[in-house]
């Protein structure tokens, strides 16, 4: 069965940091896409950022420059290094995977990805 279960959400102030943690289990971990979504009330979910079964990794437009994505194989986590946090970054922030041989889906969509965690809440104030 697999399992995705996020922490590391919180409370900060613009301009902080955060780290989210994804730990996965029940599946080989490899061979797969996986990817940080994020919802904030009233809107739809939205990618943030994903790490390809090649190593690859892909960010939106919204958090380039200031989120890193990454993984711990060793660990089956993956993992959300969020810095320069704006107000308008908080919302829920889910892991999610899909199997994918080749990297990540050339257009991320929800819908492709058939695992999801119940999610970790992130706060920032202004």
């Known amino acids: 069965q697999v399992q995705l279960v996020e922490s590391g959400g919180g409370s900060v102030q613009a301009g902080g940091s955060l780290r989210l943690s994804c730990a996965a289990s029940g599946y080989p971990f490899v061979g797969y896409c996986m990817g940080w979504f994020r919802q904030a009330p009233g809107k739809e979910r939205e990618w943030v950022a994903v790490f390809g079964s090649d190593g690859s990794k892909r960010y939106a437009d919204s958090v380039k420059d200031r989120f890193t994505i990454f993984k711990d194989n060793a660990k089956n986590t993956l993992y959300l290094q969020m810095s320069g946090l704006k107000p308008e970054d908080g919302a829920m922030y889910y892991c999610?995977?899909?199997?994918?041989?080749?990297?990540?889906?050339?257009?991320?969509?929800?819908?492709?990805?058939?695992?999801w965690g119940q999610g970790t809440q992130v706060t920032v104030s202004s």
């Open positions: 999610a995977a899909t199997r994918w041989n080749n990297g990540c889906p050339g257009r991320i969509r929800n819908g492709d990805f058939g695992y």
